[in-house]
């Protein structure tokens, strides 16, 4: 397999980025049902699509030749020419979870099948572009995982629905007194 694992669409504001001598992070959880701590994400390799605020795709790129990693790359789009240009993210990774929640080592240089591969180059067009006649999906294959955005809220504390949420509800016993 080449994809071991994605996210889509992302939320770029649900992220924590990490303050001074505080490193961010950039957590999910697995869509299958199986319960478990959130896995940083930080690390991976692979490829990502960044959106704007219509799911319009912004920019497609790659993470892993080098040393930086889809957290770095996410981080330097924040402060480049593409900013205030997206909010929302996919990406798709090659370095499996282990069973500890930790990535495993990186992806050694194996070649896959051919027809994984393209496989697995159509998937991540579906899932990004979303085209109206791609009815059937992406085919990723069984052991490819999907995981979910994680918000952490003792980082990043209530998200604006919550904080409303948290005041409408307040809002009878205000009235009563």
Excluded at 74 to 79: D, E, M, P, R
Excluded at 104 to 120: C, F, M, Q, R, Y
Aim: hydrophobic share 35%; proline share 3%; net charge negative.
């Amino acid at each position: 397999m080449l994809i071991q694992n994605y996210g889509l669409f992302w939320k770029e504001e649900d992220v924590y980025w990490g303050k001074p001598n505080v490193s961010g992070h950039l957590k999910g959880i697995i869509t299958n049902g199986k319960t478990g701590d959130p896995v940083d994400f930080r690390e991976q390799q692979g490829v990502y699509v960044l959106y704007d605020d219509t799911f319009r795709v912004v920019y497609v790129g790659q993470t892993g030749v080098g040393q930086q990693r889809l957290f770095d790359r996410l981080k330097q789009h924040k402060n480049d020419n593409l900013a205030d240009r997206w909010s929302k993210f996919s990406w798709f990774g090659i370095r499996r979870v282990n069973k500890t929640g930790d990535l495993a080592a990186e992806k050694n240089s194996a070649t896959p099948e051919i027809g994984d591969v393209l496989n697995h180059i159509e998937a991540i067009l579906i899932a990004t572009a979303e085209p109206a006649h791609n009815k059937q999906g992406g085919r990723f294959g069984e052991k490819v995982e999907q995981y979910l955005q994680y918000r952490d809220k003792e980082d990043l504390g209530l998200s604006v629905p919550e904080m409303i949420k948290q005041i409408y509800d307040s809002l009878p016993s205000i009235m009563n007194n």
